[in-house]
């Protein structure tokens, strides 16, 4: 129990408000006392009584999607809200208030920054911040293609590729056992590789997709 003392003057002490936290830890009915106690007077008591409210839990932040070069914003998806009332979303920065009802939703259209998001459950509460959403500046396309491409040392077993770099981050090789390549490497499909992230996908019978300093761009 907390206590305070009022400081007081020929027995006379000073007509001061005197507030009381209520901070509830779950959804259900409070009740307590408030006990005024001094030297020589009857003990006062203040009956306090309150009722406990539900404030929804932060947003989950979910799968972040990143700009591309052919599109400029990025989105992410949230969860963990009420799951039997209408909710609202609010962005910030921004000020974006977005309403809905379930358990997640994606907010998308997000440009390059720095975001946190709040939810408001249908009693008008309030949850804490989630954690920060970063979305990534657009990269810039491409305008150069590596060229020049090279075929050196050849045995049995390997060979030596090179080639002249364009102005991108990385390079990505395809290669066809006997003619020439005739299938292309889908857009966002998973390839996985090798533990030295060189090779290899199959993107069909003898076609081989070969990985080097993969950027997704």
């Given amino acids: 129990m907390n206590a305070i003392t009022l400081p007081q003057s020929d027995g006379t002490v000073e007509n001061i408000p005197v507030y009381v936290r209520f901070c509830p830890t779950s959804l ?4 307590g006392n408030v006990l005024n106690v001094s030297v020589g007077a009857t003990i006062q008591s203040v009956a306090l009584t309150g009722t406990g409210v ?12 990143q700009p591309i070069c052919s599109v400029a914003t990025g989105s992410v998806v949230l969860s963990g809200f ?4 209408t909710w ?5 920065p921004g000020g974006v208030i977005t309403s809905g009802t379930g358990t997640s939703i994606v907010i998308s259209e997000l440009a390059a920054g720095t975001y946190f998001f709040t939810v408001t459950n249908s009693s008008g509460y309030i949850s804490p911040a989630s954690a920060d ?10 305008t150069i293609q590596a060229s020049s491409i090279v075929f050196s040392s050849i045995s049995n077993n390997d060979m ?8 991108g981050n990385s390079v990505l090789v395809v290669a066809r056992a006997g ?4 299938t292309d490497p889908v857009n966002g499909t998973l390839y996985s590789a090798n533990a030295n992230l060189e090779v290899e996908a199959r993107l069909e019978q003898g076609t081989m997709l070969y990985i ?4 997704l761009r």
């Fill in 28 to 31: 259900t009915n409070y009740s």
């Fill in 54 to 65: 539900s404030t929804p839990n932060a947003p989950i932040i979910g799968q972040i999607t």
């Fill in 82 to 85: 009420p799951p039997s009332e």
């Fill in 88 to 92: 609202t979303i609010t962005m910030t």
């Fill in 133 to 142: 959403v970063i979305i990534n500046p657009q990269p810039n396309p491409l």
């Fill in 160 to 167: 030596t590729v090179s080639w002249t770099r364009g102005d």
């Fill in 179 to 182: 003619s020439a390549v005739n």
């Fill in 212 to 215: 080097t300093e993969l950027d």
